[in-house]
């Protein structure tokens, strides 16, 4: 336990990257609280200043230190209020994305009703087209844009098209540890599949597969960073303002949404896509950091060999 600990504190890059998602988590789950923030995002159209007029969005000041969004809300409270909901969003994906990757990589690597086939197939399609056109691609088709449940579709479409890549690389370390003699030993005492899976593998594939699962979390944030410059957003309506004529709208306040208007803003409020690509890229580094920092804790020796 205290060598474990002794590791720990030594790893910087760890440890760092440790501090900096507690932070991320503090500001998610109770940012809202602090007393600097508006938890009710007031809107406000325009102030009078010295008589003059002035409307949204405001420059950052001493009322609004990181300024204010098109509508007058404070862009520090949007920061934070939109933390959880993008936070929530990006790991949900991810874990969604494992959960399938994980049984299609053993599938694969045991060659059961022809998975590894699929697996190939998978990659080699996926392989040909960026996965921001896919996703791009799927989530403006009729019946994913006009359903009830286009959130729920669109994060299980974003999980999805990453499957194969997450299912490849897990297929690869099982194939590794399939050579090993404790898996023969676990074969000859007639251990079935499941017991081989839960008992003899996933031991030894822990450490990797966290470090790929955080370092997707990455991936999948700045997947949604890309797909926010393009006005795509996991909650998002169509809605009819002329007879004919169709607008997408979005109520939700994740970080990406923040981005729809960036080629306007950078010509003038620059500080509303700033911000909210700045958040984006810290919890990129955060989750990066931690990945690094996984991979540099002293490996398990395989006491079955």
């Known amino acids: 336990m205290r060598k474990g600990i002794y590791y720990i504190k030594n790893n910087f890059i760890f440890c760092f990257g440790l501090l900096l998602l507690i932070f991320l988590f503090f500001m998610a789950f109770f940012g809202q609280y602090l007393p600097f923030i508006d938890e009710d995002l007031e809107k406000i159209d325009f102030v009078m ?12 000041s001493k009322e609004h230190l990181l300024g204010t969004d098109r509508e ?10 939109g933390a959880k909901e993008t936070l929530l969003i990006v790991i949900l994906v991810t874990l969604i994305r494992y959960l399938l990757a994980i049984p299609l990589s053993y599938l694969a690597h045991k060659k059961f009703l ?8 998978l990659n080699q399609f996926f392989s040909y087209v960026p996965t921001i056109i896919m996703v791009v691609l799927l989530a403006t088709l009729p019946p994913f844009l006009f359903s009830d449940t286009r959130p729920y579709l669109l994060i299980l479409i974003i999980a999805f098209v990453e499957v194969g890549r997450a299912a490849e690389m897990i297929k690869v370390d099982l194939d590794e540890i399939a050579s090993k003699e404790f898996i023969q ?6 251990a079935n599949s499941f017991t081989l899976l839960k008992s003899y593998y996933l031991p030894f594939l822990y450490g990797k597969v966290s470090v790929y699962f955080i370092s997707d979390i990455s991936k999948v944030m700045f997947l949604l960073g890309q797909l926010g410059l393009i006005g795509i957003f996991i909650s998002q309506d169509l809605i009819q303002v002329e007879i004919g004529v169709f607008e997408m709208r979005n109520d939700s306040i994740s970080w990406p949404m923040l981005l729809m208007n960036s080629t306007l803003d950078i010509r003038g409020p620059i500080w509303i896509p700033f911000w909210s690509a700045f958040a984006m890229t810290l919890t990129i580094f955060t989750f990066n950091l931690i990945a690094h920092g996984i991979q540099n804790l002293p490996k398990k020796k395989d006491s079955y060999i």
């Open 49 to 60: 200043t010295e008589g003059s007029l002035s409307v949204a969005p405001f420059e950052p």
């Open 72 to 81: 007058g809300r404070d862009m520090l409270s949007l920061i934070v209020m």
């Open 114 to 121: 022809g998975a590894n086939v699929f697996l190939k197939g």
């Open 185 to 190: 030993s676990g074969l000859a005492v007639g």
